[in-house]
């Protein structure tokens, strides 16, 4: 297998990647994912949020593989205002199965009313056997020193945005989560690809892609695997899954990672000056229109 499975600081092993979350919750949802456990997939991520756990259920069960065959990720994300302790119930109950192998806080602000109680709760799963393995979504350094200051049991992993893009202002976060053996699950690995296509990162991930016969896609799983995360993507397309998988074994040389990286903080610095230039832009327009209106009721401000 050429994605290799990651040991979690419990003993547990994540065996590889697979995102449900854009797939709806139709039937096509159940298509997808059956589509991806074909393809050789055995990781199903998916969250109260996607509106999707039942149908990832389905496929799960359609599939015919064992329950210990697969590993389930899903999240609690306050749907209806519901506790911890009700929506892990319900998660079980839409997916069909007895225990979750991950269970993660979606977002810290809904770490209510603070993360150290919401913490003890997530413990307490783990201690009643409904999921084999705790961790967080989306947790800044500082959001991870508050859980730790009290947690008995560490996170296992902290899903995270990741893209060469983010990769600077990740960093810090990356090396936190290494230092305390809590895993990096990386999503929207494939940003450059997907909405921000047309950046400085396109030029090294085309030319190591050319170089390797692989695709831009692959090159940039393969940079997310470089950095020690555990990537969660997902696409519609077999073809594409069965490259996802081929992309386990493209090696990328220490230059080619410093050259998507060096890149991506361009395209950093180009987001802010773009984004700078977008708000004067805006006050600008937004001072012209308070002149017009003040033209037009005779007001005279000079
Ligand atoms: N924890 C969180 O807060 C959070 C947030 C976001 C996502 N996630 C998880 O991460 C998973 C992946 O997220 P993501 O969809 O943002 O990840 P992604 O891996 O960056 O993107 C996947 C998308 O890329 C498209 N794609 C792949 N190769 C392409 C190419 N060469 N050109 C154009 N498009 C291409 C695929 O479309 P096709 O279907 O057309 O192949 C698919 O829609 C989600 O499903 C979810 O489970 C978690």
Redesign the pocket.
């Known amino acids: 297998m050429p994605w290799d499975p990651v040991r979690l600081n419990d003993g547990h092993s994540i065996p590889d990647r697979f ?4 797939l709806g919750n139709g039937q096509s949802s159940v298509d997808q994912v059956d589509q991806a456990l074909s393809v050789g997939f055995s990781h199903i ?3 109260q949020f996607y509106a999707n756990e039942e149908q990832a259920g389905i496929a799960i069960r359609e599939s015919g593989l064992a329950r210990s065959d697969i590993f389930v990720t899903t ?1 609690y994300s306050g749907v209806g205002g519901l506790d911890i302790e009700t929506s892990v119930q319900n998660s079980l109950k839409k997916l069909g199965l007895s225990y979750i192998d991950l269970y993660l806080i ?2 810290p602000y809904l770490a209510l009313p603070d993360i150290p109680t919401t913490w003890k709760k997530m413990e307490a799963l783990k201690d009643q056997g409904l999921v084999k393995s705790i961790g967080v ?2 947790f800044e350094v500082y959001h991870l020193e508050i859980l730790l200051a009290s947690a008995k049991i560490k996170p296992a992993a902290n ?1 995270i ?1 990741l893209h060469p893009y983010v990769n600077a202002r990740q960093a810090p976060l990356l090396e936190y989560c290494a230092a305390h053996n809590i895993v990096v699950e990386a ?5 450059p ?2 909405s921000q296509p047309g950046g400085p990162v396109d030029a090294p991930v085309n030319s190591i892609a050319d170089r390797l016969g692989a ?3 692959q090159v940039l799983l393969a940079w997310a695997k470089a950095k020690g995360a555990v990537v ?6 077999k073809y ?1 899954l069965e490259g996802y998988l081929a992309a386990g074994d493209l090696l990328l040389t220490p230059d080619d990672i410093a050259r998507i990286d060096e890149a991506g903080a361009k395209g950093l610095k180009q987001n802010h000056a773009f984004a700078f230039m977008r708000r004067l832009a805006l006050v600008a327009l937004a001072g012209g229109a308070a002149l017009g209106v003040c033209g037009y009721l005779g007001i005279d401000l000079f």
């Open positions: 995102g449900t979350w854009k991520d998916t969250a999240k979606h977002q979504s989306n899903q945005l999503y929207s690995v494939l940003i690809v997907t695709s831009a896609d969660v993507t997902m696409s519609t397309k594409r």
